[in-house]
């Protein structure tokens, strides 16, 4: 089946800097993916559309200054969090769109101190 | 938008009896309706999915059933075993863009 991985799965990071998560599919290419926020105990929300070649797309309420995205390729998107603060705490996942449906990475936990 | 709906939020069951997980959805155009399990720590896992066109689906112990005209459709499964404790996501979305809008979950716990 098709894979998807996230790099790294864990991160800390103080408050203030940026930090890169990374989604790959590892066995196929995914001109779309997506990119879900999931808090503690509560569900996934989804942030934004990567494309590939092109720019994000990204949910009401989602600032796309703070949260860069960038589709370079078939076989990764990344998302950087820019100035990250406390609340921008959370577990991150991605998601790569096939024909049949969408596969989706194991997370990356995020703290920011 | 979409909006999805989900329950029980949690659900507790004795080892070998069934559980049910129930969804609706708002928006007539979505045609695609995945379950997902999700351990903690990890990212989900797709358990099974029904499209619009089919009203059932079973995979082993683990069926879905959808209701078009009710906008609503159900997990459930038989057998429990502790294993298959974990929180439960549906989700709906369109075939074309797989964009997937979640449930707000439920967790199941089956007791041995």
């Known amino acids: 089946g098709a894979v998807v991985s996230q790099h790294p799965s864990r991160v800390i990071c103080k408050s203030g800097t940026s930090v890169k998560i990374e989604c790959r599919s590892l066995?196929?290419?995914?001109?779309?993916m997506f990119w879900y926020r999931q808090f503690p105990k509560q569900s996934l929300m989804l942030m934004a559309t990567?494309?590939?070649?092109?720019?994000?797309?990204?949910e009401q309420g989602v600032e796309k200054d703070k949260f860069l995205i960038n589709h370079a390729s078939l076989t990764l998107s990344t998302l950087t969090v820019t100035s990250a603060h406390p609340e921008d705490s959370s577990f991150y996942i991605c998601?790569?769109?096939?024909?049949?449906?969408?596969?989706f990475g194991p997370g990356t936990r995020l703290t920011v101190t | 938008g979409e909006n999805v709906e989900q329950h029980p939020s949690t659900l507790s069951v004795q080892e070998g009896d069934s559980a049910v997980i129930k969804c609706t959805y708002s928006?007539?155009?979505?045609?695609?309706f995945p379950w997902y399990k999700q351990e903690l720590g990890k990212g989900p896992q797709l358990i099974i999915d029904?499209?619009?066109?089919?009203g059932e689906k079973k995979d082993q112990r683990i069926a879905v059933t959808l209701n078009k005209t009710a906008k609503h459709f159900s997990l459930h499964i038989t057998e429990t075993q502790p294993e298959d404790s974990a929180v439960y996501f549906c989700?709906?979305?369109?075939?074309?863009?797989?964009?997937?809008?979640f449930g707000t979950g439920t967790r199941l716990k089956v007791l041995a």
């Open positions: 989700a709906a979305s369109d075939v074309g863009t797989y964009k997937y809008i």
């Open positions: 990567s494309n590939e070649g092109s720019k994000a797309t990204y």
């Open positions: 998601s790569a769109r096939v024909t049949s449906g969408g596969y």
């Open positions: 928006d007539s155009a979505s045609n695609y």
């Open positions: 066995d196929f290419q995914a001109t779309t």
């Open positions: 029904i499209r619009s066109n089919v």
